[in-house]
Nanobody, 124 residues
Framework: VQLQASGGGLVQAGGSLRLSCAVS?????????IGWFRQAPGKEREFVVA????????DYADSVKGRFTISRDNAKKTVYLQMNSLKPEDTAVYYC?????????????????WGQGTQVTVSS
């Protein structure tokens, strides 16, 4: 399974960005559980949002709830992370991850496959 994250950039506080994560693999795309994580300099990688296979359940970190939205386009085999009302504390490298298990996951240890990361910088 390969994941390719893109869409990062520099944005002013209050602005928006949409990240994309293209997923390729032998398993049907809708059967992947997907997660987004982020890692700021000097900090551990932290959970942002996750969706289960078939999007039956979605969980957001409290810090992004109401501002970020995850969505999936099965035809394009791509997961999106729409980020609105961005804050300087959202600055980090954002990673998408996938696994082929049922359920919903919040830990980096639960994901087997990772994208390369895309930098998001929010200026004040």
């Amino acid at each position: 399974v390969q994941l390719q994250a893109s869409g990062g950039g520099l944005v002013q506080a209050g602005g928006s960005l949409r990240l994309s994560c293209a997923v390729s693999g032998r398993t049907s795309f809708s059967r992947y559980a997907i997660g987004w994580f982020r890692q700021a300099p000097g900090k551990e990688r932290e959970f942002v949002v996750a969706t289960s296979r078939f999007d039956t359940r979605t969980d957001y970190a409290d810090s992004v709830k109401g501002r970020f939205t995850i969505s999936r386009d099965n035809a394009k085999k791509t997961v999106y992370l729409q980020m609105n009302s961005l804050k300087p504390e959202d600055t980090a490298v954002y990673y998408c991850a996938a696994n082929e298990r049922g359920g919903i996951y919040h830990s980096t240890d639960d994901f087997h496959y990772w994208g390369q990361g895309t930098q998001v910088t929010v200026s004040s």
